[in-house]
């Protein structure tokens, strides 16, 4: 069974830096997608990034491309997201996910098969 736990949310200042972690457990996921969503209060879950796990293809939303990035470590099978120059805007719980099947890059969460629990991320003005 796929476990992810996500880990390293918190309280950051607007301009500083913040680092997610998603450990994953349960599977080979040498043929996943590895995805971060969030969820403001009030809002959808929207996309973030995603890494494909062989290859390490990445794709971000416009809104944190240039600040955020996205990458894996194989041995110890963990996929994290640093956050550089947040922003308030960028305040939600943070998600992490996995899809085991896809043929385009998944960019929707309906594409996602495995969610993790949240991570909780506030970027104070």
């Known amino acids: 069974q796929v476990q992810l736990v996500e880990s390293g949310g918190g309280l950051v200042q607007a301009g500083g830096s913040l680092r997610l972690s998603c450990a994953a457990s349960g599977r080979a996921f040498t043929y996943y997608a590895m995805g971060w969503f969030r969820q403001a209060p009030g809002k959808e879950r929207e996309f973030v990034a995603v890494?494909?796990?062989?290859?390490?293809?990445?794709y971000y939303s416009d809104s944190v491309k240039g600040r955020f990035t996205i990458s894996r470590d194989n041995a110890k099978v963990t996929v994290s997201l640093q956050m550089n120059s947040p922003k308030p805007e960028d305040t939600g719980v943070y998600y992490c996910?996995?899809?085991?099947?896809?043929?385009?890059?998944?960019?929707?969460?309906?594409?996602?098969?495995?969610w993790g629990q949240g991570t909780q991320v506030t970027v104070s003005s």
């Open positions: 996910a996995a899809a085991d099947r896809f043929t385009a890059i998944p960019l929707s969460r309906d594409e996602y098969h495995y």
């Open positions: 890494i494909i796990w062989t290859g390490g293809r990445t």
